[in-house]
């Protein structure tokens, strides 16, 4: 079974920064691609960004230009948000998915088999 933890949610003020990660640390995280995802209450799961294994990325548009995926070891990858939104608040989960997934794919759910349990990120006005 494996198990991916999400750490680094919390309350910030609109404007502000946090830094999520996703760790597991009897895995290699190199070798799949990583997505984020978020839910916000009483709507679908949907699609925040994703880094495959040769380094390549998307965002979803509301992310561009705020939110950067990175890997900072072996076994653990961040999401760094700035410039948070209220419109921002959710759950935010990890993923991992095929280590080589187009930039249509990374955005797919269905293309992800493993799943943290997610952190809640609240963005107050």
């Known amino acids: 079974q494996v198990q991916l933890v999400e750490s680094g949610g919390g309350l910030v003020q609109a404007g502000g920064s946090l830094r999520l990660s996703c760790a597991d640390s009897?895995?290699?995280?190199?070798?799949?691609?990583m997505g984020w995802f978020r839910q916000a209450p009483g709507k679908e799961r949907e699609f925040v960004g994703a880094?495959?294994?040769?380094?390549?990325t998307n965002y979803a548009d509301s992310a561009k230009g705020r939110f950067t995926i990175s890997r900072d070891n072996a076994n653990k990858v961040s999401l760094q948000m700035n410039s948070l939104k209220p419109e921002d608040t959710a759950v935010y989960y990890c993923?991992?998915?095929?280590?080589?997934?187009?930039?249509?794919?990374?955005?797919?759910?269905?293309?992800?088999?493993?799943w943290g349990q997610g952190t809640q990120v609240t963005v107050s006005s």
């Open positions: 009897g895995r290699t995280f190199s070798s799949y691609t």
């Open positions: 880094v495959r294994s040769d380094g390549g």
């Open positions: 993923a991992t998915g095929r280590s080589f997934l187009s930039i249509v794919t990374m955005m797919r759910i269905r293309n992800y088999d493993y």
